[in-house]
């Protein structure tokens, strides 16, 4: 295992992340999130969990401003983002890496060119124009390609890989950035079980490497319990359960997404748990 | 079988109803109007069509047989056209690619940009290649210095438009991805964005690139620069085995530079 290069900086007593009465409303007056506050304290995972439209992708969104909050505060490392000018929040975001469920990257880049994009935030245009970055980005992009198992695919394109793959570009390009803060939106939802399993497993393990928050937004409730050290509950925009992943009970689930037999959901991590 | 009752389901299935069959018909016979007003209102004298095509034999004879001895003559102006066209697109493509950010609508600043943006794309589609040659040999005189921006200037609102509509049908997500990594609206747009489009770009300057090919050759006629000049002067002598040597010269050309448009763009991925 490649060790952890840095680990990040983080001055001041006060939360990694402090979120504050976030709210949204979309123009059609969808209130998506409504008044939602947490703190993070510590490097932990974190699942963010609820039913589709419930405002998890909004929740993350919001955190690195890639949708304006309607109200709130989102105070990382004690800077309030939501008040941020163009250059500012450009120089938060940085700080912040994003994983998607589609992956994102740049199809007809090759894969070190999409790591090295993570890096944008720190060169000037006609350098990432030029794709000219510095030698130490470079030396830390093929040692990423390693951590994260691609190892020799640096002049692959991306839409080249599968799924997997492309999913751990993904990831990469996100650490690239040595953020404060992983944000990663539904980063499984596009893959196999298998898969899956692996790729939550990676996240898990390089935020637990680098000391460094994951917010992870996911669906399957059995991958949740299994690779998150907390879960949020979202319903209807509102926080339903803030926990550890062991509270995650049937009665729980009914608050959180309605009433379902949960007994099989539960029951099946339990099994998969023991069998590892 | 066991069941007694069998349920009826319709053997009749249109795929329009009667309403959209009466407008498809209507249709029909609105072309079928305006064509017939436009044979009329355009007065054409059916006399000329009666010994057409004795014309056209004669016409043949006094071409054939080529006069190859103009050939060489040819040679020179001929490779002026191509580079004419070729100048004239890189040119064009230069000046597109900003042009189509500002006319894209998910690139441009504001509304104002974007107005600037289409307002470029409008003019310079909206004249004919001739036409501006016409105004830039007032401007540069005559000769292929007017050529080269003639072919520019009708080709950057071409690409331009069509660049700036893949733009606009760019994949959302790496966009995001890349915002979300700091990156400047200018950082998006090289790395977001350019590589998404690059396909369009590529395969329409090839393709303008070969329609500029064609119209080069008749900017001489207009003073422009090229082969035109000497297509020109050859009808106008009545010198018709000068004129197919011209035209066949022409055709070599313009089946060329289409088969080199056609292997560029069957490569692009």
Avoid at chain 1, 96 to 121: A, H, P
Avoid at chain 2, 180 to 185: E, K, L, N, Q, R
Avoid at chain 2, 253 to 258: C, G, L
Wanted: net charge neutral; glycine share 10%; proline share 5%.
């Amino acid at each position: 295992m490649a060790a952890a290069r840095e680990a990040p900086a983080q001055g001041g007593a006060g939360p990694l992340l402090a979120i504050e009465g976030l709210a949204k409303v979309y123009p059609g007056g969808t209130r998506a999130l409504d008044g939602v506050s947490f703190l993070v304290d510590r490097p932990e995972v974190i699942a963010v969990i609820g039913s589709s439209g419930a405002g998890k992708s909004t929740l993350i969104r919001c955190i690195n401003r890639l949708v304006e909050p309607t109200a709130g505060r989102v105070l990382l490392g004690g800077t309030d983002i939501v008040g941020l000018g163009t250059k500012d929040l450009r120089q938060a975001r940085r700080r912040i890496g994003m994983i998607f469920q589609e992956f994102n990257l740049v199809d007809r880049l090759t894969v070190m060119e999409n790591l090295l994009s993570g890096r944008l935030g720190s060169v000037g245009f006609f350098a990432s124009w030029l794709r000219r970055y510095p030698p130490q980005d470079v030396a830390n992009a093929f040692a990423m390609l390693d951590r994260v198992g691609l190892s020799g695919l640096h002049d692959s394109r991306a839409d080249a890989l599968s799924g997997g793959q492309r999913q751990r570009v993904g990831i990469g390009r996100a650490l690239m950035q040595n953020p404060d803060l992983l944000l990663v939106d539904e980063p499984t939802a596009s893959l196999d079980p298998k898969t899956a399993r692996q790729i939550m497993r990676l996240i898990r393990a390089l935020a637990e490497e680098r000391a460094t928050p994951a917010l992870v937004n996911i669906h399957d409730v059995a991958l949740a319990q299994g690779f998150a050290d907390r879960v949020i509950g979202l319903k209807a925009g509102k926080v339903a359960f803030d926990g550890p992943s062991t509270g995650l009970t049937p009665e729980v689930l009914t608050e959180i997404y309605g009433a379902e037999d949960w007994s099989q959901t539960i029951r099946r991590e339990d099994e998969e748990e023991a069998g590892a | 079988m066991s069941s007694a009752v069998q349920k009826r389901y319709p053997e009749v299935w249109r795929k329009h109803t009667p309403r959209e069959t009466a407008a498809r018909w209507l249709w029909i016979a609105a072309v079928a109007f305006a064509s017939a007003w436009s044979v009329s209102a355009l007065d054409i004298e059916w006399a000329f069509f009666k010994d057409a095509h004795v014309q056209a034999a004669d016409l043949a004879a006094r071409m054939w047989p080529p006069r190859w001895a103009y050939l060489p003559k040819i040679v020179a102006p001929l490779v002026e056209t191509i580079h004419i066209a070729t100048l004239g697109t890189a040119i064009a493509v230069v000046f597109s690619v900003p042009i189509a950010f500002l006319a894209a609508r998910n690139t441009t600043a504001n509304g104002f940009t974007w107005a600037v943006g289409r307002g470029i794309l409008v003019a310079s589609r909206s004249v004919n290649t001739v036409i501006w040659g016409l105004l830039f040999v007032a401007i540069f005189g005559p000769g292929p210095l007017a050529g080269i921006a003639a072919v520019s200037a009708r080709s950057v609102g071409f690409l331009a438009k069509l660049v700036a509509e893949a733009i606009e049908e760019a994949d959302r997500g790496p966009i995001e991805a890349i915002e979300a990594t700091g990156a400047s609206t200018f950082q998006v747009y090289v790395v977001g964005i350019l590589p998404q489009v690059m396909p369009v770009l590529i395969g329409t300057t090839v393709y303008r690139w070969d329609i500029n090919v064609r119209e080069s050759s008749v900017l001489g006629f207009v003073g422009a620069g090229g082969i035109g000049i000497y297509l020109y002067a050859s009808i106008n002598q009545f010198a018709w085995q000068q004129v197919l040597v011209v035209l066949l010269a022409i055709l070599a050309v313009v089946v060329a530079s289409e088969a080199v448009s056609a292997w560029v763009r069957e490569r692009i991925s």
